[in-house]
């Protein structure tokens, strides 16, 4: 029996195209490579390591930045693309931009439980859909009691010094690398793509890290 594919995911739960390109590798799979085993890992990135823990005001954030902020414009792009695979988003509903060290924490903690990955997707459903604070506890308790999680460990582990600097040291070592843009896939640990990338896109790169591998597995 082959191993596992190992898919390495650069993500931050901030971001929609994140949401987007998680949403397009499950489908991706689902749909044209089912009964693939798959290993997929969450690595941090921090968009905006400077976001108090309380978060910041979307709208005065970009108008700051570009001058204006029109939301119909600045999301029109993004919105498509996710209702063009399915996913349903309406991201000015969100007028928060959180502070994810916490929520990237909780990925990180659920590795040995087996819920990572599920895990990492809610989160991101959570912020841009159910529009609540990923940077609160309580909010991450719940959300980690409903995968895999004691809620007083996921309370322990999100509030935990220490562990928050590890989180930050792995953005870090992300950024070192010269990972920025996210979403950003590894496939097979040699196949990278980047970006707002198509499930056609993320088939043939899954195509490719196979046949590295010696796999003979085509997309669907």
């Known amino acids: 029996m082959a191993a ?11 971001c929609p195209w994140c949401a987007i390109g998680s949403h397009r590798l499950d489908k991706v799979l689902a749909e044209r490579f089912e009964g693939l085993s798959v290993e997929i890992q969450h690595h941090p990135v921090l968009l905006m390591p400077d976001t108090p823990r309380e978060g910041r005001d979307v709208a005065a954030y970009f108008t700051q930045r570009f001058g204006k902020f029109d939301a119909a414009s600045f999301y029109e792009r993004p919105e498509a693309e996710a209702r063009r695979s399915g996913l349903g988003l309406d991201l000015a509903r969100q007028p928060r931009i959180a502070n994810t060290i916490a929520a990237h924490t909780l990925i990180r903690g659920a590795r040995p439980l087996g819920t990572e990955h599920r895990l990492a997707v809610a989160l991101g459903l959570t912020h841009f859909v159910e529009i609540r604070d990923i940077a609160d506890p309580e909010v991450l308790a719940d959300i980690g009691a409903a995968h895999g999680f004691d809620r007083a460990q996921a309370l322990a582990l999100v509030r935990s010094e220490a562990e928050l600097a590890k989180t930050l040291a792995e953005a870090q070592a992300a950024s070192a690398r010269g990972i920025s843009g996210v979403p950003h896939f590894i496939f097979g640990g040699g196949i990278a793509i980047a970006g707002g990338q198509s499930e056609d896109a993320l088939a043939e790169a899954i195509t490719a890290a196979l046949a590295a591998q010696g796999v003979e597995e085509r997309a669907g």
């Open 4 to 14: 596992p594919l190992k898919i390495e995911l650069y993500t931050d739960v901030i």
